[in-house]
């Protein structure tokens, strides 16, 4: 069973950025697509931005244009870099494939205030 663990988030000002790791241990990650989801307190968990086998991405609306989705294969991890950071993006972020789901990680609390 792959096991995923993600790590950078913290406490960041409006307008500022974070990078996002998730590593996922075994040998079927490269052969699945990824996504970054998030869940924000009194919501439901939602997928924010997706990257494919052959590195085809797509994003959700509220975060078209400040957030990127990129992954290294050879080091099992999927990214998000997180730029102009608003209060609305606090949330636990999560990393899963696409299809179906793995057991979900811990996920890495993102805070934006001032």
């Known amino acids: 069973q792959v096991q995923l663990v993600e790590s950078g988030g913290g406490l960041v000002q409006p307008g500022g950025s974070l990078r996002l790791s998730c590593v996922a241990s075994?040998?079927?990650?490269?052969?699945?697509?990824m996504g970054w989801y998030r869940q924000a307190p009194g919501k439901q968990r939602e997928v924010v931005a997706e990257?494919?086998?052959?590195?085809?991405?797509n994003y959700a609306d509220s975060v078209k244009g400040r957030f990127t989705i990129s992954r290294d294969n050879a080091k099992n991890t999927v990214y998000l870099q997180m730029t102009s950071l608003k209060p609305d993006d606090t949330a636990v972020y999560y990393c899963?494939?696409?299809?179906?789901?793995?057991?979900w990680g811990q996920g890495t609390q993102v805070t934006v205030s001032s």
């Open positions: 075994g040998s079927s990650f490269s052969s699945n697509a």
């Open positions: 990257i494919g086998t052959g590195g085809y991405t």
């Open positions: 899963n494939k696409r299809l179906g789901r793995w057991d």
